[in-house]
């Protein structure tokens, strides 16, 4: 039996193998398959060639959720998306409920990480001794979000939102799959081992995962709307009130951060403290001489104080 979710907005497509969810999903609104007026998901149970953020690679095993849904809009798309979408995410029963139980044995709750991941910095049981001694902290990232948008005839229609989440296995990051990366992979699977907590700790089928994710995403979309109507009254609830969403899930809070950014094809790494985001999504670091840099991009590492 196909699994399927149950949102009367939206039509739902589930395949056993995807190249990519977001790329299937793309051109099948491009080439008219799909209503570019109507949402649309796609869920797959693996993808051969699963993409991340920047073109880097999603290692996609099965038992993991693949997942991308087509929404239709009709204003510009922002950096503030992805991060609405990692809060919406964070949200779900299944995130709440671990993060209850993390909170309750002092580890580290999952979050939203900058731009587009959610997991959490923590030294844990799992990390190799030789791990712990070097000067990054690795991310252990559970989901992965990849946001693009969609055109037809030169004019923006919609915008596939894309959700990798690891659930029964973890993929094998090597360092080329890490592609340049300071983090290794985790899934749910891996937070109950760690929790090391009785029977009651029983994985949600994918079936559920499909519905919370999808309705999270919903859920974000409508969010994002509400800044766009804001825009011309000068009015700025939604987004404050956002802002202080994400400060309570922010994965870098007061963390020292490494930030390598190119620049005319030159490096330029410049370090310093998370100190929240802006308005516009940017990360706020403030830098070793006191200076506030709002960053729209750059690779990230988590440091140890020096």
Same mark, same amino acid.
């Given at each position: 039996?196909?699994?399927?979710?149950?949102?009367?907005?939206?039509?739902?497509?589930? @395949?056993?193998?995807?190249?990519?969810?977001?790329?299937?999903?793309?051109?099948?609104? $491009?080439?008219?398959?799909?209503?570019?007026?109507?949402? *649309?998901?796609?869920?797959?149970?693996?993808?051969?060639?699963?993409?991340? #953020? !920047?073109? !880097?690679?999603?290692?996609?095993?099965?038992?993991?959720?693949?997942?991308?849904?087509?929404?239709? @809009?009709? &204003?510009?798309?922002?950096?503030?998306?992805?991060?609405?979408?990692?809060?919406?995410?964070?949200? &779900?029963?299944?995130?709440?409920?671990?993060?209850?139980?993390?909170?309750? #044995?002092?580890?580290?709750?999952? =979050?939203?990480?900058?731009?587009?991941?959610?997991?959490?910095? $923590?030294?844990?049981?799992?990390?190799?001794?030789?791990?712990?001694?070097?000067?990054?902290?690795?991310?252990?990232?559970?989901?992965?979000?990849?946001?693009?948008? @969609?055109?037809?005839?030169?004019?923006?229609?919609?915008?596939?939102?894309?959700?990798?989440?690891?659930?029964?296995?973890?993929?094998?990051?090597?360092?080329?799959?890490?592609?340049?990366?300071?983090?290794?992979?985790?899934?749910?699977?891996?937070?109950?081992?760690?929790?090391?907590?009785?029977?009651?700790? *029983?994985?949600?089928?994918?079936?559920?995962?499909?519905?919370?994710?999808?309705?999270?995403?919903?859920?974000?979309?409508?969010?994002?709307?509400?800044?766009?109507?804001?825009?011309?009254?000068?009015?700025?609830?939604?987004?404050?009130?956002?802002?202080?969403?994400?400060?309570?899930?922010?994965?870098?809070?007061?963390?020292?951060?490494?930030?390598? #950014?190119? *620049?005319?094809?030159?490096?330029?790494?410049?370090?310093?403290?998370?100190?929240?985001?802006?308005?516009?999504?940017?990360?706020?670091?403030?830098?070793?001489?006191?200076?506030?840099?709002?960053?729209?991009? =750059?690779?990230?590492?988590?440091?140890?104080?020096?």
């Amino acid at each position: 039996m196909l699994p399927s979710v149950h949102l009367a907005e939206l039509t739902h497509r589930h @395949v056993t193998s995807s190249a990519s969810t977001n790329s299937e999903l793309i051109a099948a609104v $491009q080439d008219g398959t799909l209503n570019a007026a109507e949402k *649309h998901l796609l869920t797959a149970e693996s993808q051969s060639a699963g993409r991340g #953020q !920047r073109g !880097r690679s999603w290692q996609s095993p099965h038992g993991n959720v693949y997942l991308s849904l087509y929404h239709p @809009v009709h &204003m510009s798309i922002s950096g503030l998306l992805s991060l609405i979408i990692g809060v919406e995410l964070a949200k &779900m029963p299944v995130i709440q409920i671990v993060n209850e139980q993390l909170r309750a #044995q002092g580890l580290t709750p999952i =979050g939203v990480k900058w731009a587009n991941d959610l997991g959490f910095y $923590q030294k844990s049981p799992a990390l190799k001794a030789a791990e712990l001694d070097t000067q990054i902290i690795q991310f252990h990232k559970l989901a992965g979000i990849l946001i693009e948008p @969609v055109w037809q005839a030169g004019k923006l229609v919609g915008v596939v939102m894309g959700v990798g989440l690891n659930v029964q296995n973890t993929p094998k990051l090597t360092t080329q799959t890490c592609e340049g990366m300071s983090y290794q992979a985790i899934s749910l699977q891996d937070i109950y081992k760690m929790l090391a907590s009785d029977n009651t700790n *029983h994985l949600p089928t994918l079936q559920i995962l499909y519905q919370q994710i999808s309705e999270a995403l919903l859920a974000a979309m409508t969010r994002f709307e509400h800044f766009d109507i804001e825009r011309p009254t000068g009015h700025t609830y939604y987004l404050d009130s956002f802002l202080q969403e994400f400060a309570t899930m922010d994965a870098l809070a007061g963390l020292r951060l490494r930030v390598t #950014q190119d *620049h005319d094809d030159k490096a330029r790494v410049i370090t310093g403290w998370a100190c929240h985001i802006d308005t516009n999504g940017c990360l706020q670091l403030r830098e070793d001489n006191g200076n506030i840099s709002a960053l729209f991009t =750059g690779r990230i590492d988590v440091v140890r104080d020096a």
